[in-house]
């Protein structure tokens, strides 16, 4: 991620606040306007491959890029003794007026339906997210603006930041809460290498345990999309021996499912895709 920035998304106010406010005092039907702050600097280049929840892939890493701006230089002051941040963020990718009132969990494979305010979906009344990130580096004299490098991605690369607050576990953890429908441990599958995909992380840098533990943290949850994991379990026939395939930080990462788990048989730099 070294080096890459994505364009920033809209405007922003002369100080990178948000700016608005109820068109009636008192009354929730306005509208406000929020301008974002910055955007993430990802790995994930397409909606297949993202974990669907931040944290799940530790090796997700990449930046929160502010605006270049010193009143956002000097918002940060003070972040760096955090160890971890919360970052709300804009599904920019999705049409916020197509949300409906209830949604089939992947979780449940989408034999029941709950509310959409009980659940994680990107199809929102208003299309914000969060994520909870461990912070690895904060540089706020970065060239470009503010760069602060995070660790437990679950977004794509170019999605609006509209703000950023500081993990505080003792107020944001709760030892003794329930998760509800969606209790129970995330199943994982075992994920090898073909000898050709891991001849050429041997040649990378390191041994490109990096991009290796980055691969196998993102297949090994199973990136399918949540209707063909429903119709095809992996542990099915239907599924043994279909390949797949996802864009992640600069390849293509083809897969297949096999008796033993999944496989990753290839790794195709995208510029020698053609």
Same mark, same amino acid.
């Given at each position: ?10 405007? &922003?106010h002369?100080?990178? &606040? *948000? ?5 009636v ?6 509208a406000w ?7 993430f ?12 929840q ?23 002051k ?71 490098e995070?660790e437990g ?6 999605t ?57 943290g993102? &297949?090994?949850?199973? *990136? ?32 297949e ?18």
């Amino acid at each position: 991620m070294e080096g890459h920035q994505t364009k920033p998304p809209g405007k &922003v106010h002369p100080r990178g &606040v *948000p700016t608005g406010r109820p068109a009636v005092e008192g009354d929730l039907s306005g509208a406000w306007t929020l301008e974002p702050i910055g955007w993430f600097e990802s790995p994930f280049h397409e909606k297949f491959g993202i974990p669907r929840q931040s944290g799940m892939v530790q090796g997700a890493r990449g930046f929160i890029r502010l605006r270049d701006h010193d009143f956002l230089a000097q918002a940060l002051k003070g972040l760096e003794s955090f160890s971890h941040l919360w970052a709300l963020w804009i599904f920019h990718e999705h049409d916020a007026r197509d949300w409906k009132p209830s949604i089939r969990p992947p979780r449940l494979g989408g034999a029941k339906r709950v509310g959409v305010l009980a659940s994680r979906s990107p199809h929102r009344p208003n299309p914000i997210g969060m994520s909870a990130l461990k912070i690895l580096s904060i540089d706020p004299k970065a060239k470009g603006g503010p760069r602060i490098e995070v660790e437990g991605l679950d977004v794509i690369d170019g999605t609006p930041v509209i703000d950023l607050k500081p993990y505080v576990p003792y107020a944001d953890c709760f030892p003794e809460a329930t998760s509800g429908w969606a209790a129970g441990e995330i199943p994982r599958t075992p994920v090898e290498f073909s000898e050709e995909a891991r001849a050429l992380l041997a040649a990378m840098p390191g041994g490109g345990a990096d991009l290796e533990r980055l691969i196998v943290g993102v &297949v090994e949850l199973d *990136p399918r999309p949540a209707s063909l994991r429903r119709r095809e379990p992996s542990d099915s026939q239907a599924a043994l021996g279909s390949r797949h395939g996802f864009e992640l930080k600069g390849w293509d990462v083809r897969w297949e499912i096999t008796p033993q788990g999944f496989r990753v048989r290839e790794l195709v730099p995208l510029n020698r895709l053609g």
